[in-house]
């Protein structure tokens, strides 16, 4: 096994926690929201402390996922496919090619949006929970983000099949 190799699967290890806790947030988010729409501005600020901790946690592996995904898998899927470095527009371009994500723009809608939560903190509450929602909404894309790194990756070592 090269160096590389046994990087990846040690990056696939960490994501893999960092993947588990955002499925277990999601969960508990679901559970949340089938009484009662609370992501908006009415009710939300009369939710329990425990209950908007769960939004903070889901946001931020949510984040660290889409960053851990773009900085560190992605590059290094293109590296071990023998393609070497290149810039991160043709990196997401190749993943975009491989199918390992759905679409270049998409990709960037996603950052964008976890962005605007994780360091701009939108000035109006119905906005925040707008994009809330929309990353909650997009948990089966990150998943599917995921799995399919994995299984490009699985191309080109059998440590990760």
């Known amino acids: 096994m090269s160096d ?3 990087i ?3 990056r696939f290890a960490k994501l893999e926690k960092h993947f588990q806790a955002l499925r277990d947030y999601h969960t508990l988010i679901r559970t949340l929201l089938s009484d009662e729409d609370i992501l908006t501005p009415e009710r ?3 939710i329990p402390p425990r209950d908007k901790a769960v939004f903070d946690a889901y946001i931020k592996r949510f984040a660290s996922i889409q960053d ?3 900085a560190k898998i992605f590059p290094m899927l293109v590296e071990i496919s023998g393609i070497g470095s290149v810039k991160m ?3 997401l371009y190749l993943m ?3 199918e ?3 679409s270049i723009d998409h990709w960037i809608q996603l950052r964008e949006v976890r962005n605007e939560l994780e360091h701009d903190y939108p000035d109006e509450l119905a906005e925040a929970l707008e994009d809330l929602r929309f990353c909650i ?3 089966e894309e990150i998943e599917g983000y995921y799995h399919r790194a994995k299984a490009f990756a699985g191309r080109y070592t059998d440590a990760l099949v």
Do not use: W
């Open 4 to 6: 590389k190799e046994s």
């Open 96 to 98: 975009e090619r491989e």
């Open 68 to 70: 851990f995904l773009g």
């Open 100 to 102: 390992v994500i759905d």
């Open 137 to 139: 909404d997009q948990f």
């Open 8 to 10: 990846l699967i040690r």
């Open 89 to 91: 527009t043709e990196v």
């Open 44 to 46: 939300f600020n009369f």
